[in-house]
């Protein structure tokens, strides 16, 4: 493949990379969870939290590795998930804690979502295109395509 949506941009040789959009985290835990009686919080007061991330190699799972670290914070994670609805179930079922992308914090009342004021738990997605290598026609329709959908643009 000659160009590639990557989320961790620094782990490719690129040629060129374009931003294509920004996902903000909150961090979500169990509506009768005592932190959820606030709108905020910051890393340091999540320690002895069970948190529920994604694998390794997620492109939300090294944004959230690298915003722990920056911050000092050590986190247990105690589960992993490949799937943000999950998350999302387990932390209404109790389970623990988990960071999500603000588009797909649940609206039900097992959930509430805290901003985090400490640190950035954004993600983005962008467009790689490898070193040495030509675009394609379709690959550069394609790119040029994806530019007329971003609407989150920074």
């Avoid at 939290?49 to 986190?75: K, M, Q």
């Avoid at 797909?104 to 009342?109: D, E, F, N, R, S």
């Avoid at 509430?112 to 295109?129: F, G, I, N, P, R």
Wanted: contains cysteine; proline residues 5%.
């Amino acid at each position: 493949m000659r160009a590639s949506w990557v989320s961790d941009k620094g782990r490719v040789s690129v040629a060129e990379s374009g931003l294509l959009l920004r996902v903000p985290q909150v961090l979500v835990v169990p509506a009768d969870h005592p932190p959820a009686v606030r709108d905020t919080v910051t890393l340091a007061e999540t320690v002895g939290e069970s948190f529920i991330d994604y694998p390794l190699g997620y492109g939300n799972r090294t944004a959230n590795d690298r915003a722990f670290d920056a911050a000092g914070v050590e986190r247990v994670i105690t589960m992993e998930a490949t799937d943000v609805s999950a998350a999302a179930e387990f932390v209404a079922h109790g389970l623990g804690v988990t960071i999500l992308p603000t588009r797909t914090v649940p609206k039900a009342a097992g959930c509430k979502a805290l901003t985090v004021t400490d640190q950035s738990l954004e993600w983005a997605l962008h467009v790689a295109t490898a070193e040495h290598r030509r675009i394609s026609a379709a690959t550069s329709a394609l790119i040029g395509m994806a530019d007329d959908f971003v609407d989150d643009r920074s």
